[in-house]
């Protein structure tokens, strides 16, 4: 029996993180650009190496790091952009048709369909889609938790086919910067491998409307928080937003940078890693007076992967910190949780402008 770590126990934000300081204005230059050119077009041995070290410096400092020469296309991610676009400019109605629920967590996600403490949901909105599974996968036949069919949109032409291959290109992208991490834990360059045969990854297109002043002392574009999962890439527009928190207690910027990708740690890398690589909490606040659209890689491992220490990361002195921890369980719990309201909808209208 695995000992399955609490999915609401999770890395705590040191104090000062959790507020909300509208002015936060601060600049991040401890979150470096890393070129990732070298890494994972070969098998030797010291391919790679000087870069996988950079990540690591990266990972046990701050947990976030730019890359550049990542290899996906410039007009792939110019026509997801496109894309988000067209899906969030349609009409409530036509979006509320692929609802993103409790159960079948992949679709659409209303403006503040989820709740937290304060009783206030995110301002977002959002689109989720996993692996493209059909109806005859034996695991959506099963009934396996998390494995269902994705939902698309109606009368979208090209929606589908572009998301889809952005996200080969982003299970592309992944299992390099795999690579890294695992080059700088000082283990096999192909030790995660194993653990993202058929993994919950989740590609996210997510629309942040402008927020009025006065709601910014009230309302996070999204709520300081970890991510789930190993690692996320993120993909961001011009518009800005994100808020790392930084080891004072500040937030800081995480700016958008041309033709990089923002790459950071999420709870099941640190409990790999034995908080060696350190799962930071961050948020959005969409100051501009404009719409932002972002596009997170969530970088999820299979359902049934158990997740344990590195032996790398572990020593007499230093025991492993977290039990085991089930994969599939401890996401269940994160998607099932915080929904606001009976239906988890609060319907407005989101459209662009």
């Not at 291959?165 to 982003?170: D, E, I, L, R, S």
């Not at 995660?192 to 009230?218: I, N």
């Not at 709870?267 to 690589?277: E, G, L, V």
Request: proline share 9%; charged share 20%; net charge negative.
């Amino acid at each position: 029996m695995v000992a399955v770590q609490d999915p609401h126990s999770r890395p705590q934000p040191r104090q000062g993180w959790g507020g909300r300081d509208p002015d936060a204005t601060l600049q991040a230059p401890e979150i470096p650009v890393i070129d990732i050119g070298a890494l994972g077009f070969t098998d030797e041995p010291d391919s790679g190496q000087a870069v996988a070290q950079a990540i690591g410096r990266a990972c046990q400092e701050i947990g976030f790091f730019y890359v550049v020469n990542h290899g996906v296309p410039q007009d792939l991610r110019e026509q997801v952009f496109v894309e988000a676009k067209r899906f969030f400019a349609l009409p409530l109605e036509e979006k509320l048709k692929i609802p993103a629920t409790r159960d079948h967590y992949r679709g659409y996600l209303a403006l503040q369909s989820k709740g937290y403490a304060n009783g206030k949901g995110d301002f977002f909105e959002g689109f989720k889609m996993q692996l493209d599974l059909g109806p005859e996968d034996p695991d959506v036949r099963a009934g396996k938790p998390l494995h269902a069919p994705n939902k698309w949109p109606e009368n979208l032409p090209g929606f589908r086919e572009t998301l889809l291959t952005y996200q080969a290109a982003m299970h592309e992208l992944a299992d390099r910067i795999a690579q890294g991490f695992a080059l700088a834990l000082g283990v096999d360059r192909y030790f995660f491998r194993p653990f993202f045969q058929k993994p919950l990854t989740q590609l996210s297109l997510m629309h942040y409307p402008p927020q009025p002043p006065e709601t910014l002392g009230d309302y996070f574009g999204v709520h300081p928080h970890s991510d789930t999962g190993a690692f996320t890439i993120l993909m961001q527009d011009e518009t800005g937003g994100l808020e790392v928190g930084h080891r004072s207690g500040e937030w800081v910027s995480a700016p958008p940078i041309p033709d990089t990708y923002l790459i950071n740690i999420g709870d099941m890398m640190a409990r790999w890693t034995n908080d060696r690589f350190t799962s930071t909490p961050h948020r959005v606040i969409n100051r501009a007076n404009q719409n932002r659209i972002s596009v997170p890689f969530f970088v999820n491992p299979d359902y049934d992967a158990v997740v344990e220490c590195i032996p790398t990361c572990q020593s007499a002195t230093v025991p492993a910190r977290y039990p085991a921890t089930h994969v599939g369980d401890y996401i269940l719990g994160v998607y099932t949780s915080g929904w606001q309201g009976e239906e988890g909808f609060q319907k407005e209208s989101t459209s662009l402008v």
